[in-house]
């Protein structure tokens, strides 16, 4: 029987190791991590940490663990982190900064999820009793909620400037910063030396099966190698995993252009469908639209699955199409034949 082909647009996380990328990973030479001793995650740990110019990294088994045990490392309880409403660290990490940090969020209304040096002044408490002290400011490049749209180097620099002049430490969420460097063309250093940490997801984009990165001072990364353990993220022959993030950085990077452009091929297409209300502009990989108010997302993406596409709905009107290695020009054809068919 002739099984249909499935699209599967819910997210950049869906990719397989690719042939070559399963064979690096069958060559790795690993060791026991825990003790230090895992060559392929050693090399790993270094190879991210000297591209954004930081000191020292740390493999850990997601993003959700890179961003709290940066979080853990730079608060202290009863303490305020100041981000987007948008924000990961907020909305899809389970409540994860109470029960691990125990500090509050301020959240900024901005729009798309990218906000501005005077939002973060705006947003910092005065020293008074009454109110947390404002200690960490996290920014997340791209902005996954906000239709992978991107802050540009300067922009960073100002925000992270006001933030330190005001006594905050800095935090990045990038576990699809790749995708902002390869849009704006800037170089990863520029951004490491904004940030005292900065997250990076090998396992969106970039294609690996599991892992992420934190990166920052070597005193910061000793402290969060004690978090990673006590968050039971300590790995043993991990350098199978780390293996296929080098093969990922080596060769998945530029390629992340390709899909940007079919993410915006998706976007005018899009656009023309008489049953849409508005589009996001896919800034980069992710394309979140808006069905008029007749059409329940939720049956939409029903529909779309029997179709054969999956796409998630994404709060109120929206769905979120997410571009990946593993989604072809041949398939981008399919899913626009198949849109027009609503
Ligand atoms: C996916 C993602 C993460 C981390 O997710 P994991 O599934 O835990 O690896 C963090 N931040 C953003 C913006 C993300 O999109």
Request: glycine share 8%.
């Amino acid at each position: 029987m002739l099984t249909m082909k499935i699209i599967d647009l819910r997210s950049d996380t869906v990719t397989k190791p690719t042939p070559s990328m399963l064979e690096a990973m069958f060559q790795a030479e690993v060791g026991d991590d825990v003790y230090g001793e895992d060559p392929t995650v050693n090399a790993l740990e270094s190879k991210i940490a000297h591209i954004f110019g930081k000191e020292a990294a740390i493999f850990c088994p997601s993003g959700t663990m890179t961003n709290q045990i940066a979080i853990r490392i730079l608060t202290q309880p009863q303490e305020e982190v100041i981000c987007d409403r948008m924000a990961h660290i907020y909305n899809y990490e389970s409540g994860g900064i109470a029960a691990n940090s125990h500090i509050s969020v301020r959240l900024i209304h901005s729009p798309h999820g990218k906000f501005t040096p005077q939002d973060v002044l705006d947003n910092i408490n005065p020293d008074d009793i009454h109110f947390p002290p404002s200690s960490l400011l996290a920014l997340e490049n791209t902005v996954n909620k906000g239709g992978g749209c991107y802050y540009n180097i300067s922009e960073i620099q100002s925000i992270t400037q006001v933030g330190r002049e005001k006594g905050l430490k800095t935090h990045l969420d990038g576990a699809r910063i790749f995708n902002a460097l390869v849009a704006t063309g800037e170089s990863p250093s520029s951004h490491g030396e904004c940030f005292d940490t900065i997250s990076v997801c090998f396992s969106k984009g970039l294609g690996a099966p599991v892992g992420s990165a934190l990166l920052g001072t070597r005193e910061l990364i000793k402290k969060a190698k004690r978090v990673r353990k006590v968050f039971g993220g300590g790995m043993r022959q991990a350098g199978y995993l780390a293996a296929a993030a080098l093969y990922a950085i080596d060769n998945h990077i530029s390629r992340l252009s390709e899909d940007h452009q079919r993410a915006k091929i998706l976007e005018t297409e899009v656009s023309k469908l008489s049953y849409i209300s508005d589009v996001i502009p896919a800034y980069t990989n992710i394309l979140i639209f808006n069905l008029k108010n007749n059409i329940n997302p939720i049956d939409f993406s029903a529909w779309l699955k029997s179709k054969g596409v999956l796409a998630n709905a994404f709060g109120k009107q929206s769905i979120r199409m997410v571009t990946h290695l593993d989604f072809t020009d041949d398939m981008l054809e399919n899913v626009i034949q198949i849109l027009k068919q609503f």
